[in-house]
């Protein structure tokens, strides 16, 4: 009797993008290089594609000095279902794994599967992360649902997601007690200015699903919960409250709908933040929540929090310096 000496890995991700858009992605130098084999504080160098079948690929990663190359080799290319192709990373293995990218179309969107096969044993967690990070990258690219953080002054971040209405049923995910618990903390507040607020935060009760907690959010990992104030209350157009309330440093997060056709759009702004490293901070946790707000309110079964925050960490202390 032998044992399979390699491993499968599978990892499947929805965006709110075309498939031909989220299929392109991957082919196209400019847009490809972006994200794919692409790390957050590395430099993407070169990204040649041949875009063929039996065309190859090479692309080369700038990090801390060293330059890491991927190389493979097209298999299959079927606009926009299907994608194969095989690659090695030279410089710690020459050995070929296959990978198999199917894209279904969805509900306002597609469903993405990546196969990953032949990745050794002691690779396959680290695989799987490495997947989950990239096709978070992807997404940011392709899906503006799933962009980054924007900064829009020298102290403030904003993000802008496009969620199914009616106006609303979005502002009840904001200000309903139960329905804001589904997507970003638990706790009461008093609707109307100068009204308080219990931010209960427990992570891994957004989801259904679950995931190890970082080691340094090991000390939050039984929740943590803060008073919070509310600034504005404007039913069902904008809503804002304090941040760090107490706190000389204390800064303001505001959240403004707007109807968008038969959609609505939300602009999340978060003011007053004291640093480079507190922005970076609060837009991997926004980013989060938000991720699991989009997901809710399509009906869908949201990733485990701690999941979508280690797909996104690293991201923003590279982008915001």
């Not at 299929?23 to 594609?49: C, N, S, V, Y």
């Not at 990978?99 to 196969?115: E, M």
């Not at 096969?117 to 002691?122: F, R, S, T």
Request: net charge negative; hydrophobic share 35%.
């Amino acid at each position: 009797m032998t044992t399979d000496p390699t491993r499968t890995v599978i990892v499947t991700c929805h965006f709110e993008a075309s498939p031909e858009r989220v299929f392109d992605a991957f082919l196209h130098p400019d847009t490809a290089r972006k994200w794919l084999f692409a790390t957050p504080a590395g430099q993407m160098i070169r990204a040649e594609i041949d875009s063929r079948v039996a065309g190859q690929f090479t692309f080369t990663d700038r990090r801390d000095g060293q330059d890491i190359e991927h190389v493979g080799t097209y298999l299959e290319i079927n606009r926009p279902s299907r994608l194969v192709f095989q690659f090695a990373v030279p410089k710690f293995s020459d050995q070929y794994t296959k990978v198999s990218i199917d894209i279904q179309p969805a509900k306002d969107g597609c469903q993405l599967t990546l196969t990953h096969e032949g990745v050794l044993p002691d690779y396959a967690d680290r695989t799987q992360a490495g997947w989950g990070k990239l096709l978070s990258a992807l997404a940011a690219n392709v899906d503006p649902n799933a962009a980054y953080a924007i900064i829009t002054d020298p102290n403030t971040i904003q993000f802008q997601r496009l969620l199914p209405g009616p106006i609303e049923r979005v502002w009840s995910y904001l200000a309903d007690d139960e329905n804001r618990a589904k997507w970003f903390s638990t706790g009461h507040m008093d609707p109307q200015p100068g009204g308080q607020m219990e931010i209960a935060f427990l992570h891994a009760k957004a989801s259904k699903q679950s995931a190890p907690i970082p080691d340094k959010f090991k000390t939050i990992e039984n929740g943590i919960t803060v008073h919070e104030r509310v600034v504005h209350y404007d039913p069902p157009h904008r809503l804002t409250w304090t941040w760090g309330s107490g706190s000389e440093h204390a800064s303001e997060v505001t959240f403004e709908l707007s109807p968008k056709d038969d959609k609505v759009l939300l602009t999340l702004t978060h003011r007053r933040l004291t640093d480079k490293a507190t922005m970076a901070d609060h837009a991997g946790g926004w980013h989060t929540h938000l991720t699991v707000l989009v997901e809710v309110l399509n009906n869908r079964e949201p990733k485990a929090f701690w999941s979508i925050f280690t797909d996104t960490d690293g991201v923003y202390p590279a982008r915001i310096q």
